[in-house]
T-cell receptor, first 114, second 115 residues
Framework: AQKVTQAQTEISVVEKEDVTLDCVYETRDTTYYLFWYKQPPSGELVFLIRRNSFDEQNEISGRYSWNFQKSTSSFNFTITASQVVDSAVYFCALSESGNTPLVFGKGTRLSVIA | DTGVSQDPRHKITKRGQNVTFRCDPISEHNRLYWYRQTLGQGPEFLTYFQNEAQLEKSRLLSDRFSAERPKGSFSTLEIQRTEQGDSAMYLC?????????????FGPGTRLLVL
């Protein structure tokens, strides 16, 4: 069975600090996809990134970066120079493909204080 | 390109009543998913469709829950004889069947409160 663990329930940082959100996953599939979603207070889940199991290249998008390591079954997310607008709950998710049901972690609530 | 829409956004009902939620996916997205999210938890999968065919139902989807996508476009999720434990956010998502954009895009959700 697939499982996603986000051990950090809540993180609080001061604006401009860097912060890393951890995600550890379990799957028996050789091919799978990993995702990060952001859920701001409004409640809507916003897609951030998709990564397939064959692509271990790290990715950077502006202040966001992702570190995928199959050896440790981790897909961590780093926000550089955090801003108040980054305050949200962040979910890591796993699926067989991009269009099969997602298995979510419990989320990490990030609070960025001005 | 409009996103996924859900209606209503909020619903308050009394225990024992039936409720129905609607989801309109992104146009031309073949797959449509329903998830439920309770406070402090991640979303949990309920069921999903490819066009009008229901492909999978989670064991979370009790007999009181039924979902349809009659014409392969919008979908409805009905809960009969609601219970207080049904209080949650019900999320709908859609995705294309294949291609580089195989990703689920979520709607704003319907927040249900059962009194």
């Amino acid at each position: 069975a697939q499982k996603v663990t986000q051990a950090q329930t809540e993180i609080s940082v001061v604006e401009k600090e860097d912060v890393t959100l951890d995600c550890v996953y379990e799957t028996r599939d050789t091919t799978y996809y990993l995702f990060w979603y952001k859920q701001p207070p409004s409640g809507e889940l916003v897609f951030l990134i998709r990564r397939n199991s064959f692509d271990e290249q790290n990715e950077i998008s502006g202040r966001y970066s992702w570190n995928f390591q199959k050896s440790t079954s981790s897909f961590n997310f780093t926000i550089t120079a955090s801003q108040v607008v980054d305050s949200a709950v962040y979910f890591c998710a796993l699926s067989e493909s991009g269009n099969t049901p997602l298995v979510f972690g419990k989320g990490t609530r990030l609070s960025v204080i001005a | 390109d409009t996103g996924v829409s859900q209606d209503p956004r909020h619903k308050i009902t009394k225990r024992g009543q039936n409720v129905t939620f609607r989801c309109d996916p992104i146009s031309e997205h073949n797959r449509l998913y329903w998830y439920r999210q309770t406070l402090g938890q991640g979303p949990e999968f309920l069921t999903y469709f490819q066009n009008e065919a229901q492909l999978e139902k989670s064991r979370l989807l009790s007999d009181r829950f039924s979902a349809e996508r009659p014409k392969g476009s919008f979908s409805t999720l009905e809960i009969q004889r609601t219970e207080q434990g049904d209080s949650a956010m019900y999320l709908c998502a859609s995705s294309p069947l294949q291609g580089p954009q195989e990703t689920q895009y979520f709607g704003p959700g319907t927040r249900l409160l059962v009194l």
